[in-house]
Each structure stands twice: as structure tokens, then as C-alpha cells.
């Protein structure tokens, strides 16, 4: 699957969990999916713990992580302010 349409499962949203990226619909944070598989764990045991994930959700944490680490600059969609930039963010 494309990384783009997964990408559309993260949501930031300043008032869940303090703003971290969040499997869409849930408090499940992109950070503590990647702490389970950088720990070992397998696909299948992360879906076991967190029941209401999919595959393509932790897919989509993994997809995150790719696209926020693999270019110069990354502006995640930010629940309600979509491509704004932050009053401390410079204009390019």
C-alpha cells in the first residue's frame, strides 16, 4: 500500500495526547507503536495488545516515521489547521 493513503490514519491534534501523533480515532501514539516493534515485537502481538489497531494503522505509524525522518522538511496534518504554519515556524 502506498504511504500516502496510511499516512491519512495519523492525526495531530493538540488536546490528544499533548499533541503526539495518534492512530486516527484512538490515543494509540505513533511513538509507542514504534517502541514495540523497534523492541521486537511482532506485528501480531502489537495488534493483540491494542485491539482496536489494524495492520495498515501500525503500517501507517511505520509510514509516519519514514516520512518524517526522510525529508528536509515534514508539516503533519494537525487536526483543524491542516498545512498552517506556527507562529514560530520561519516563511520560507
Known amino acids: 500500500?502506498?504511504?500516502?493513503?496510511?499516512?491519512e490514519r495519523i492525526e495531530v491534534?493538540?488536546?490528544?495526547?499533548?499533541?503526539?501523533?495518534?492512530i486516527r480515532g484512538t490515543r494509540i501514539t505513533v511513538e509507542i507503536i514504534l517502541e514495540k516493534i523497534a523492541?521486537?515485537?511482532?506485528?501480531?502481538?502489537?495488534l493483540a495488545e491494542y485491539p482496536r489497531l489494524t495492520r495498515d494503522d501500525?503500517?501507517?505509524?511505520?509510514a509516519y516515521a519514514r516520512q518524517a525522518i526522510g525529508t528536509d522538511e515534514?508539516?503533519?496534518r494537525v487536526r483543524g489547521?491542516?498545512?498552517?504554519r506556527s507562529k514560530n515556524q520561519p516563511q520560507k
Not at 40 to 45: A, L
Open 1 to 7: 500500500m502506498p504511504s500516502e493513503p496510511l499516512l
Open 58 to 62: 501500525v503500517l501507517a505509524a511505520a
Open 81 to 84: 489547521r491542516v498545512g498552517r
Open 74 to 76: 515534514f508539516i503533519p
Open 13 to 22: 491534534d493538540p488536546e490528544v495526547m499533548l499533541g503526539k501523533p495518534v
Open 39 to 46: 523492541a521486537g515485537c511482532p506485528i501480531e502481538e502489537v
